[in-house]
């Protein structure tokens, strides 16, 4: 007797939600079904969650493709890549592709996912008009994206904003245009939204808003928009990220039932018994969803019930939860985070260290979360809003998130303590006891087999730090952390074993190291050959000879370029005082030079904007004839010392802290470090100076001073670890170069104080200079010794300038024609 023929199994679409089906499916089944995909890109499946770090260029293509055509291969699975389906004949049970091909089925799964929305205004068809949805889309912005050039990016949704940072990146200006005065509205409240909007105006994004585009402008290329109100913007590129809409075209033309999307019943059943939906394309209970962790649940159960192992799984629905995929950018949305008249809200905002904390209420249940700044806890919040948990017992304390809360709030403090069936990766839906149970059985060993088997951290990866965890505590002692990320393409080396490497043979210049090191490129790249150059100039400054194209370019021209090509100077003002003669000097400069705008900084200086190139030397000659040198506002190196009055002026003041702060920036001025270095002086513990946000803080104490390391007043706060105690300002001084000293040595290039505090640990810290006072005072003679004698740079190269054309303006020349040739 023979056997029945293997049923075919054909899907449509060959993007995340459908392939996540399919593996779900061969893992239970993998003889079950003869698997056909149809995909209408070249490439096989990649993770879209991806493509804006792509575009931004913190990752390569191969990087996010997640199924190769090795990988269909090896699984029997037919991929016809750039060959969507054009027709579906279901009384045939037959599909038709775009080349003419017929196929059948036994079941088709439809996974067509969504369509970019394009708003239909005049010239929206032009050259330079693109969205963004695809691998092809990032292709076509970055063939535009060059510095200098204009973005503009339509739509302030959570793909908008992506997109908008992402061409930031790439050095262009960035204009985003919205119809509503908030952003992501779908996300956000309205101070959340006001937060991010500062946030992303002060890395650069400008914001026009709310506003109405009428038209495109251009002939046969985009030139710009124009508002219902007439105004226009200029643009080399303009981005349509206003939406998508389910891609519900095929089904509506076989027949099925859709409304907004394909609509589905628990089972993922559309109104063809034979035909399955998946994904974007799916409108469930009334709801379409765009987030991959809804999308892979529904995947899930398709595959349970295809391999006939749970006949019983069905979907019910998801709570969703959005991350800003922005570096440096924390933020997290879930659930109901507007509320009702019958909700409570708790609210914790902090706007100087920009952070907002936001929970919806309802009958002690948490139903909605709104986290910027600080999104440790979210995972935590979705995990209450799902299991409907009861908070009245930690409720007091929820808003500070589960490490504080103890027996309370059933909070574990790490890995160790948390259930198996907490979710770990949102995205895919895995759980810890998962990871657990794949690393043991399957005897993984590294992040990237875990991923590989369990998905966990493989999109958007904000979970990657507790996936480690996780696999380390599994592990045990058979644990052996990744390897280290080399430095860039030009070497398999990492920046901390460049350093090593530097420091113990002896590498006194950028070729020689290049040589020595086996360098793979010739010449290298901006990020290896600074990091080297700062390596260098650490261990060996007076042997070292280096290249102006080794530092970035704000330092080779010792002054900050600005967006529209000036450049700003920020003269030194020792711990932020000066005098009469000083300002009168600067106000004559400015007004000498016509200098366009004065600022007052946050550091206690002065800045002067809008600077042309070839006007620096002259200005910081005239600066030089008043004692006025470089701030180093424009590298990474020692900026300002922030002081308060103290006890010289101030009725709460403990000891003269202006003195203190003045005598440390004349100490340490002139010093390259890793990354920008800011210290402060507080005359009393009221600590007005705000020294315990500086990577090197001074405290007044009736007893002499305290000592703090480590901390960060940006993006993201960190408050200083005390690292001492001491009577005189002498110990201050021999502390403070100390510190540097060793952080100099001992951190990677661009690595601030609080991480490399936090990565060494404030107890190694003191063993070093607390507890070795022969060591705290070598390394302070070596830094002294470091940087005897001290010139101001402005003046090394306003004297050095015979023969530099660095500050000469471009001459505009005629076109060659054969005429002015001849």
Request: proline share 5%.
């Amino acid at each position: 007797m023979s056997s029945s023929p293997t049923p075919h199994l054909l899907i449509i679409g060959n993007g995340m939600a459908g392939i996540r089906t399919v593996e779900e499916l061969t893992a239970l089944a993998p003889q079950a079904y003869q698997i056909t995909v149809f995909g209408a890109e070249p490439h096989g499946c990649y993770n879209r969650i991806l493509l804006s770090p792509l575009l931004a260029g913190e990752k390569s293509l191969p990087e996010i493709i997640t199924h190769p055509a090795s990988w269909y291969a090896e699984r029997g699975i037919a991929l016809h890549a750039s060959n969507p389906i054009t027709t579906i004949d279901r009384q045939a049970r037959r599909v038709i592709d775009s080349q003419g091909g017929v196929h059948s089925y036994d079941k088709l799964l439809l996974a067509t996912g969504s369509h970019p929305l394009v708003i239909p205004l005049p010239g929206h068809q032009l050259p330079g008009v693109v969205t963004f949805r695809n691998l092809a889309d990032v292709e076509k912005m970055l063939t535009v994206a060059a510095p200098g050039k204009q973005a503009i990016v339509i739509g302030g949704g959570l793909l908008g904003l992506e997109a908008a940072m992402g061409l930031l990146q790439q050095g262009m200006q960035v204009t985003v245009v919205h119809l509503l005065d908030i952003l992501m509205e779908r996300q956000l409240d309205g101070v959340a939204a006001s937060l991010l909007k500062s946030e992303l105006e002060a890395r650069g994004i400008r914001f026009h808003m709310p506003a109405q585009t009428e038209a495109i402008l251009g002939a046969s290329q985009v030139q710009g928009i124009r508002f219902k109100d007439g105004s226009v913007l200029p643009a080399d590129l303009v981005v349509m990220a206003v939406g998508v809409r389910p891609n519900t075209d095929l089904a509506k033309a076989a027949g099925l039932s859709c409304e907004r999307g394909i609509l589905v019943d628990d089972q993922l059943q559309t109104s063809d018994p034979h035909i399955l939906a998946v994904g974007e394309c799916v409108q469930h209970r009334g709801t379409v969803y765009g987030l991959v962790a809804p999308l892979f649940e529904q995947g899930k159960v398709i595959a349970r019930r295809l391999a006939g192992t749970d006949d019983a799984a069905a979907y019910r629905g998801s709570t969703t939860s959005t991350r800003l995929k922005v570096t440096g950018i924390e933020l997290f949305s879930a659930g109901n985070f507007l509320g009702d008249a019958e909700c409570d809200t708790i609210l914790f905002q902090d706007p100087s260290r920009r952070i907002y904390k936001k929970l919806v209420i309802k009958n002690h249940i948490v139903q909605g979360a709104v986290l910027l700044g600080d999104t440790m806890d979210g995972a935590w919040y979705m995990e209450l809003m799902r299991d409907g948990t009861d908070i009245t017992p930690f409720r007091h304390h929820i808003l500070f998130g589960r490490p504080h809360l103890g027996d309370a709030g059933h909070g574990p403090s790490s890995v160790a303590d948390l259930p198996a069936s907490y979710q770990v990766c949102g995205c895919n839906g895995v759980c810890k006891g998962s990871i657990e149970e794949s690393i043991i059985q399957k005897e993984l060993t590294t992040l990237e087999e875990v991923r590989a088997h369990t998905k966990a951290s493989a999109s958007c990866g904000s979970c990657t730090g507790m996936v480690e965890q996780i696999l380390a505590h599994t592990l045990g002692g058979d644990y052996v952390p990744a390897p280290v990320k080399p430095l860039c393409r030009c070497t398999t080396l990492s920046s901390d074993q460049l350093r090593i490497a530097v420091r113990d043979q002896h590498l006194t210049s950028v070729a020689t190291a290049m040589q020595q090191l086996a360098w793979q490129s010739q010449d290298g790249c901006p990020t290896c050959r600074q990091a080297l150059n700062y390596y260098i100039t650490v261990f060996w400054p007076a042997e070292h000879q280096e290249s102006p194209l080794d530092r970035f370019v704000n330092e080779r021209f010792h002054a900050n370029i600005q967006r529209d090509g000036t450049y700003s100077v920020v003269p030194r003002l020792w711990g932020g005082t000066t005098t009469p003669a000083q300002l009168r000097a600067i106000a004559d400069i400015a007004e000498r030079f016509a200098v366009p705008e004065i600022k007052l900084t946050g550091g206690q200086r002065i800045t002067l904007l809008g600077i042309k190139r070839e006007t620096l030397p002259a200005i910081w000659a005239a600066l030089g004839e008043h004692d006025l040198v470089s701030g180093h506002a424009y590298g990474k190196a020692v900026r300002t010392v922030k002081t308060c009055v103290g006890s010289r002026w101030c009725r709460f003041g403990v000891q003269d802290s202006e003195q203190m702060g003045v005598a440390l920036e004349k100490q340490l001025w002139n010093s390259w470090t890793s990354h920008k270095y800011k210290l402060a002086v507080s005359g009393c513990p009221r600590n007005c100076a705000e020294a315990t946000i500086k990577d090197f803080g001074v405290v007044a104490v009736e007893s002499g001073w305290e000592l703090h390391v480590g901390g960060n007043g940006g993006i993201k706060v960190r408050v200083t670890d005390l690292l001492c105690r001491v009577e005189s300002m002498a110990e201050v001084s021999e502390y403070a170069a100390a510190f540097l000293q060793l952080y100099r040595r001992e951190a990677v290039y661009l690595e601030r104080t609080a991480p490399w505090v936090e990565r060494v640990g404030i107890d190694w810290i003191r063993q070093q200079l607390v507890d070795q006072p022969a060591y705290r005072k070598q390394l302070h003679d070596a830094f002294v010794a470091a940087h005897q004698p001290l010139a101001d740079p402005w003046m090394e190269r306003v004297q050095g300038l015979a023969g530099t054309r660095d500050f000469l303006p471009l001459v505009s020349l005629p076109f060659p024609t054969l005429e002015n040739v001849a």
